[in-house]
């Protein structure tokens, strides 16, 4: 999670400063590791960048706003796939790399639609004087906006007073400033959307749920089936990228620690297929000194566990006082907790060389 905060304004516009340093203040606490600010005037505009970093992969703490060939880029995000980034390479950098190399809008464009990961970023593209923003598809980084007295400024967090909004995650927005400045006082903020087909794409046709009289008469024998080629490498096939996908997300998470006892990776767990199985799976990537923090959260209602346990209830005899309720002590063996030290035990079967924290 970092910070991103920038500010557009024109010589006959006001910025204010109250409102500025404030949120500075805010996206330093979401990037406590670097700080940085950038300024540049593009006709009779004043553009700053602003951006925190909170270090979680890489061996190195990479300053934001990064800088290459007048390019500036403000990034907050992940990148699993799509583009490629090498072990060990921080992914702000990678990115900047293909940036530069493009020199067209369908270039820029292709490139962050093909990103797989959560993001928000703001870019300025130096070549064509053009500033680029947005989040992904999915909207899972924070990016707000702001329009006021001929200004404009976007920022990972916003500020209570009126006029900050949700930037829409609905395609990639697009300023240039080779364009006439508009009577409002600021230039025309261009979107492209993003496409998407909406064909279903499905492995398989359309169900049929009616069983054909031909097959009603068949006896089927109760044997148990077996798994065909087919099926042995689609779920071959599944491990492999979901493998990928965990290894992209723990084997470059930086070490913030000396102490070998402090874990760098917790999963919540409940004990189910899914998180047991990611468990297991990110035990291949982790030095096996390294320990792993299962969280299990747990919730117990005692009025519930009252409830469940009262007797049946039977008519009170005549001046006989009802026993006063008492609250049974919560014991949280709820079916997330019971589930969760049996997967803990089984984890500890297969990987009896990790030190696995339930927590």
């Known amino acids: 999670m970092c910070g991103i905060l920038f500010s557009l304004s024109n010589n006959g516009s006001i910025l204010n400063l109250n409102d500025w340093n404030h949120l500075k203040d805010l996206n330093t606490k979401r990037g406590p590791d670097s700080q940085l600010l950038k300024q540049l005037n593009v006709k009779d505009s004043t553009l700053q ?22 390019n500036i880029l403000c990034w907050n995000g992940e990148i699993f796939g799509g583009l490629q980034v090498e072990h060990g390479q921080n992914d702000t950098q990678a990115l900047m790399s293909y940036l530069r190399e493009s020199s067209s809008q369908d270039e820029i464009l292709s490139i962050f639609s093909r990103i797989e990961g959560p993001y928000a970023f703001v870019f300025w593209q130096a070549s064509t004087k053009k500033l680029w923003f947005g989040r992904d598809c999915l909207g ?33 927005y697009c300023i240039d400033f080779s364009e006439e400045v508009l009577q409002e006082g600021l230039y025309k903020i261009h979107l492209f959307p993003w496409s998407y087909s909406e064909e279903p794409l499905l492995p398989f046709p359309r169900l049929n749920t009616t069983i054909p009289d031909h097959l ?36 470059d998470i ?32 982790l030095p ?8 299990n959260v747990a919730f117990e209602n005692p009025r519930s566990e009252m409830a469940k346990n ?26 997330d907790r019971v589930t969760g030290r049996a997967s803990l035990e089984e984890l500890r079967r297969i990987a009896p060389d990790r030190s696995w924290n339930f927590i």
């Open 288 to 295: 096996k000194s390294e320990p792993i923090d299962l969280l």
């Open 216 to 251: 009603k008469a068949i006896e089927t024998p109760q044997v148990e089936p077996l798994i065909d080629e087919d099926s042995e490498q689609t779920v071959n096939d599944f491990i492999s990228v979901l493998s990928q996908s965990v290894k992209s997300r723990v084997a």
């Open 310 to 335: 009262r007797p049946n209830k039977k008519k009170n005899k005549q001046n006989e006082k009802p026993e006063p309720s008492v609250l049974p002590q919560a014991t949280y063996n709820t079916p």
């Open 140 to 172: 899972r980084r924070s990016l707000l906006t702001c329009h006021k007295q001929g200004s404009l400024m976007l920022s990972s967090v916003g500020l209570k007073s009126e006029g900050w909004k949700e930037l829409e995650a609905n395609g990639i």
């Open 49 to 70: 960048f602003f951006s925190t970093v909170l270090h979680l992969r890489g061996p190195d703490v990479v300053p934001q706003p990064i800088e290459d060939s007048e």
């Open 254 to 285: 930086p070490h913030l620690s000396q102490k070998n006892d402090d874990a760098r990776v917790a999963i919540l767990f409940s004990g189910g297929i899914d998180c047991t199985f990611l468990a297991a799976l990110a035990d291949h990537y």
